[in-house]
């Protein structure tokens, strides 16, 4: 039985992923719907294939049986996860994906007892987002155990992928989203805003629909939880103006467009800004008492750590290292997880009390 079985494995992240995979030592199955795309890539990384579209569910069997676990890279996820885990259900393998959409965690979430009963591990998210923030929030938490509340953030450099990029465009004419009391709640986008320090120096960020608003909760327990990112100034009141415009942003042949030009123009951060470019991650908890807790974590550019932090999951999971049923990253393996991918470093600040 071979380790791994990447799907999507053509992508952009996809082929980072397989190529630190193989890199480690993995055995690893490349596969997608793409006959050519999956052939040359099994032949230039020396690796066995699949070919399979995921409403094949025959053929999708026969290639989760031959493996001990799948990483699907396959996204927009909200279209590619529910097949892809029934399939694992149905066969018994694990279980690990990249997505960093809400609506596919909350999905995901609802399916743990039976993943649990099957014996399965469900580990969806274990790239950029949200492995660093989930680690984060993880670390806060037990650094001040009374949090009542949770912020995290993150600073993000270099350009994206055109999966990235389509995914996006799917999300317009939508809200964000906070978690308050414990429930998800829409947002307008924009309209959260506030100053972090990421480490260096403060800067505008704007509260977005990040993943952690689901995943942090279940990794934490905190009910309220707002994710920010780091923006020029001006974004907050263009993000408010667009999603007056969204709707017809979102609608069906503006979308079209918006896609096919990710497809001629967007091709993703090049070598060089992966390997040399940085991410900033920062987290705060905050008790109903004042009591203040910061920390930050320095990291490498985020499809690099993208990679990075898939095929340690994934190695940890083949290796029989993961609880079964719904997990989230520092929920399976804890808050230092992260501190095990080279390049990153954590630094707290010592807890404020504020009378
Ligand atoms: N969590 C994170 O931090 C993180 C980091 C990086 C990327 N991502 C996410 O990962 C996804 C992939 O990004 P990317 O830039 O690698 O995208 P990409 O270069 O466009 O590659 C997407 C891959 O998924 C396949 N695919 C898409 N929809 C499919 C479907 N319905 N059925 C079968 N295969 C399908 C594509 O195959 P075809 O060519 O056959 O369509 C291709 O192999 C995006 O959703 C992105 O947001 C998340």
Redesign the pocket.
Known sequence: MADLLVY???????RLIVEEATDRGLDVVVA???RN?VENQAIRRGCEERVF??DEPRLLDLALEAVEAVLN?????V??ADPMVEGCLRTGTDYLD???EIEVFERLAAEDERADDEGVTVLP?V???VVPTDCLAAHLVERLPDADRLALGFEAAGGI????A??AVRALGGSGAVRRNGRIESSSIGGETRRIDFGRGERTAMAVPWGDVSTAYRTTGVGDIAVYTAVPSWVPRAARLGSILGPLAGAGPVRSLLESLVDARVD?PDERVRREGTSHVWGEAETDDGERAVSRLVAPE??RL?KLTAAEIAERVVAGEAPTGFQTPAGAFGPDLILDIEGVERTDEPVEERS
């Open positions: 999507g494995s053509y992508g952009y992240t996809g997608g719907r793409d795309a579209a995921l890279c396959a996204g927009p996820f279209e590619t990249i997505t960093g998210g790239g950029f987002d992928s055109p999966g990235t389509k995914t993703g985020t499809y993208t």
